[in-house]
């Protein structure tokens, strides 16, 4: 693949709802710019972009994929990315580095969530966006009403550049707004014809309106055009192209990816009015303190921003980046600054899918890959030793849904440490933990398949097989009133005994208040060097758990008196006294369970404002407020115990059909209504 200028550059991400053809798309360009020799199919596990393991088998996309192609002079980078929700991380790692998103849609089920969800974000990133509606050869296909979506949706920035000629079984051509040129299709090359004579009323007045919303865009063009002076194609695509780099018009193509009918029209436009990195904003760079722009210019110094991590047990590391500035040739160092050290960059790879081919150089604005890098990781950048400049790296959303696991043998528990370690390098939304409280090993990702997917992948690239089961809520027990109690620990078996006498007080303290020990023992009815012992039983006793066996907190215990043997007393003894004495002291101090309590912040579509705050009440959950997020949604908090709450993530996808998001963060504990407590199971204490 021979070098290209950044003005000859484009970086794609093609996003949208799990099954709307993304990846079929990719296929279709591909095969029509003659990069591969037969149009793979999603169902037959043959094409390009989904090449996983686990993707053959689930016959989905599960994480990014890069896929170059030559058109018309221009090297265009297709970024094809999973479309369903529990993969976003990918969608977020497409976004850094595109430079325009084409929205996948199909013309049979409409604009779906994830649509809406990744237009969000590429709406806070300012990416230029267009739209491709697909499918319009199938059954109930409808171009019309998915462009009225279209602009109910994302507003009246939607700009149809073309009309399908027929749909269903009848689809066989495109017409073209702008040239008022028909193109038809029949297994090969389209043919340019004149608009059928059945739809051209309607394409000369879509025509006429696109050709009015273009020219308003331009003083110079809307006062030609009020005189009566049409402006020429190359005209209205400068102004149009403008458009679509500010991000304020978003064209809107159609096709069929798997017919192929209208991709290669795609491919036009995307080079034709497409951006390239020359035309985007300049990215923001940490220099020190200060922030600085840096302009994708091939002869200055060399910056990369890696995106994208993928391991391999037996290759390693390869590492997916993006020239921000200057020109990156093989065997080049550069130096990580988030650990400080020089990398040096082998052989450079152009992926496409898996296939990797080699490349000499990459210029700025393109993207490539890299193997064996020993220190960087995804969201590192890379620049020269002279220019210590930071790019920000990409924070990965917050884990939603968390499956606790255990290795399956001794053997899959030594390789446990390092797999998730590499495994985590690939993903960052995937965080590994370990309860304190409960001794779990958690797993925390975006979603089942997410975990799943971890689990599989641990299994399929490091052969660590791992048996997942319920995740435990850290509950615990306090008391709610004073009481006092003799512990005594009596043993005599011959020889030294055993002998302690402890008299403790338990009362209650403030909620967060942990424990507290006070000596108040007078006259010496326990030696000084006792003392600690004794708090050591309380502590462990505390710790082994009440009634319920959940660990017991915010407790003050006073040793106010005792007796001692001047003989048989030991540490032990009173080690002993201590926690026998805690423990009875407990019982009558009116102990209750404690649960964790979340606060859980939703943001929803407004019409689903009641059905959300309904099911909150239900999971026992205050709600402490609403609040309006732009026009369109509202955002509920409330406090919900933590038990209820840990599946929400399922919960309030079904609940919304994955339109909700949200948060949790651990607020406080508060006491456990006495009606479940019997519920509970005691912990097996690790």
């Known amino acids: ?10 970086t794609v991400a093609l996003l949208g709802h799990g099954g709307a053809g993304k990846t079929s798309l990719a296929e279709a360009l591909l095969h029509g710019a003659g990069a ?92 230029p966006r267009m739209v491709f509606v697909n499918k319009l050869d199938r059954d109930r296909a409808s171009f019309e009403r998915t462009l009225e979506q279209l602009r109910s949706t ?28 028909a193109y038809l299709y029949d297994g090969g090359t389209p043919v340019t014809t004149e608009i059928p004579d059945e739809m051209e009323a309607l394409e000369h007045q879509v025509h006429d309106n696109l050709i009015e919303g273009i020219v308003e865009a331009d003083d110079g063009l809307l006062e030609r055009y009020l005189e009566g002076d049409t402006p020429s194609f190359e005209e209205l695509e400068g102004v149009l192209a403008k458009g679509v780099a500010e991000a304020s018009v978003f064209p809107v193509v159609c096709g069929a990816a798997t017919v192929p009918i209208g991709v290669d029209r795609l491919a036009s436009f995307i080079c034709e009015i497409g951006p390239s990195p020359l035309e985007r904003p300049h990215r923001r760079v940490s220099a020190g303190e200060v922030d600085v722009e840096v302009a994708p210019d091939p002869d200055a110094d060399p910056l990369a921003y890696v995106f994208k991590t993928i391991t391999d047990p037996y290759v390693g590391h390869l590492s997916l980046f993006k020239v921000l500035s200057g020109t990156i040739s093989a065997d080049d160092h550069l130096r990580n600054p988030r650990t400080g050290t020089d990398e040096r960059l082998h052989s450079l790879f152009s992926l496409r899918g898996k296939e990797q081919l080699e490349v000499g150089r990459v210029v700025a604005g393109d993207v490539a890959a890299v193997a064996k890098l020993g220190h960087t990781l995804t969201g590192d950048t890379l620049a020269p030793r002279t220019m210590p400049v930071v790019v920000a790296p990409l924070e990965p959303p917050e884990p939603v849904l968390a499956v606790a696991v255990r290795p399956r043998t001794q053997a899959d528990d030594d390789k446990l440490a390092r797999a998730l370690h590499r495994l985590g390098e690939e993903d960052p939304a995937l965080r590994v933990r370990r309860d304190p409280e409960t001794h779990q090993l958690l797993l925390l990702g975006m979603g089942e398949a997410h975990l799943q997917l971890s689990l599989d992948r641990l299994r399929r690239k490091f052969g660590v097989e791992l048996d997942t089961e319920d995740v435990k809520v850290a509950y615990r ?29 338990v009362e209650p303290l403030p909620r967060g208040g942990g424990f507290e020990f006070v000596d108040a023992v007078v006259g010496g009815a326990i030696p000084r060097q006792f003392i600690p012992a ?44 201590g926690s026998l004495g805690f423990r009875e002291a407990l019982a009558k101090a009116e102990p209750v369970v404690l649960e964790p309590v979340s606060l859980v912040v939703v943001t929803v579509p407004n019409e689903q404002l009641g059905d959300v705050m309904g099911d909150l009440n239900a ?17 509920v908090t409330a406090m919900v115990p933590t038990s209820e709450v840990l599946r929400y993530a399922i919960d309030l996808r079904s609940l919304t059909g994955g ?15 006495a009606h479940l407590v019997e519920r509970l199971k005691a912990p097996a204490h690790a």
Not at 1 to 10: S, V
Not at 623 to 635: K, N
């Open 1 to 10: 693949m021979q070098d290209y200028p950044p003005a000859k550059i484009r």
């Open 534 to 577: 004794v708090e050591h039983g309380v502590r462990e006793a505390m710790a082994q758990g009440g009634a319920h066996g959940f660990p017991v907190v915010d407790v003050k215990v006073t040793c106010f008196d005792g007796k001692y043997h001047s003989v048989d007393s030991s540490e032990m003894s009173f080690k002993m006294a």
């Open 154 to 181: 994302f507003g009246s920035g939607i700009a149809p550049l073309e009309l399908p000629i027929g749909e269903g079984t009848e689809f066989r051509g495109i017409a073209d707004l702008l040239t008022d040129t």
């Open 477 to 505: 027990e306090t008391i709610t009133v004073p009481a006092e109690a003799e512990g005594k620990y009596k043993k005599q078996s011959g020889g030294h005994g055993q002998f302690g006498i402890a008299d403790l007080r």
């Open 36 to 127: 591969i020799s037969r149009l793979g199919r999603v169902e037959d596990g043959t094409t390009v972009c989904d090449h996983e393991p686990e993707e053959l088998d689930r016959r989905m996309s599960l994480s990014l994929a890069l896929a170059p192609l030559e058109v018309d002079g221009c090297k265009i980078n297709l970024v094809d990315t999973p479309g369903y929700a529990d993969f976003i991380v990918d969608v977020h790692a497409a976004l850094e580095v595109a430079d325009l998103a084409v929205f996948v849609v199909s013309a049979v089920e409409g604009v779906e969530v994830q649509t809406e969800v990744t237009w969000r974000l590429a709406a806070e990133r300012g990416v």
């Open 619 to 635: 999971r026992r959950g205050r709600v402490q407020g609403t609040e309006p997020v732009g026009e369109a949604e509202q955002e």
């Open 659 to 673: 339109r909700g998001r949200f948060r949790t963060t651990h607020d406080h504990y508060d006491v456990m209504p």
